[in-house]
């Protein structure tokens, strides 16, 4: 198989599409050409990692691209790389590991997180159980109470895959709660996430509901 440019892989996507209007490819080609061309250049589909991933959201920060576009454009690279992942030409999808493009909470929206920003945090010490929370939150879009509810149980290191089950909600003692939509979920992270879930382990504290992440007095995390 012919190795492609990443550039060339997203033009096939958008030319796949059968039941579109012209208006419709034409506006995928175009943001193709905005924000994937300048970074990709002729870096080939086996080169799609975290660094392609990174420099792509950064210059769609720089650029201050709309939210929509954003979207649009992570949607694609993600279906582009899991059909490279699902052929063995990459090794994993680099986007699985982005922070959700939009926070709601009581109602509200929240701005969502610039890559610089995104960026900052994941810089932070991990060992700390607070920055390994919502560094696992952004690499894996799990909401809050489901991070904070997640037991060791829920981890297979073998499959390299979390089941996301039940929810510990603020003030909560227990994560007996079954997920905001009642329903379970599997999901299975890049190694990025399974580092983070590596050293929490290496530094747990025993606890006896399992849960994953602790404060630094043992008990179950409120307030994230």
Excluded at 138 to 148: C, V
Aim: proline residues 4%.
């Amino acid at each position: 198989m012919r190795n492609r440019t990443i550039s060339e892989e997203c033009r096939r996507w958008v030319m796949g599409k059968s039941n579109w209007t012209e208006k419709e490819r034409g506006k995928w080609i175009r943001l193709t050409e905005k924000y994937v061309d300048p970074v990709a250049g002729e870096r080939k589909m086996s080169r799609m990692d975290d660094a392609f991933r990174k420099e792509t959201l950064d210059r769609m920060d720089r650029m201050q691209a709309a939210e929509e576009s954003r979207e649009m454009l992570v949607g694609m690279l993600r279906d582009v790389a899991a059909k490279a992942v699902k052929e063995k030409r990459i090794a994993y999808n680099p986007f699985l590991e982005i922070p959700p493009l939009r926070r709601r909470g009581d109602g509200k929206k929240y701005p969502a997180m610039s890559a610089r920003e995104v960026g900052r945090l994941m810089d932070q010490d991990s060992h700390v159980a607070a920055n390994a929370c919502m560094q696992v939150q952004l690499l894996t879009g799990m909401r809050p109470a489901e991070a904070r509810g997640l037991c060791w149980e829920d981890i297979s290191e073998r499959d390299r895959t979390i089941r996301i089950c039940h929810q510990l909600r603020d003030g909560s003692a227990h994560p007996i709660e079954r997920t905001k939509n009642g329903k379970v979920r599997k999901i299975a992270p890049g190694p990025m996430a399974f580092e983070i879930l590596r050293k929490m382990k290496e530094n747990r504290t025993e606890d006896a509901k399992g849960l994953v992440f602790l404060d630094a007095e043992g008990n179950p995390m409120n307030g994230m």
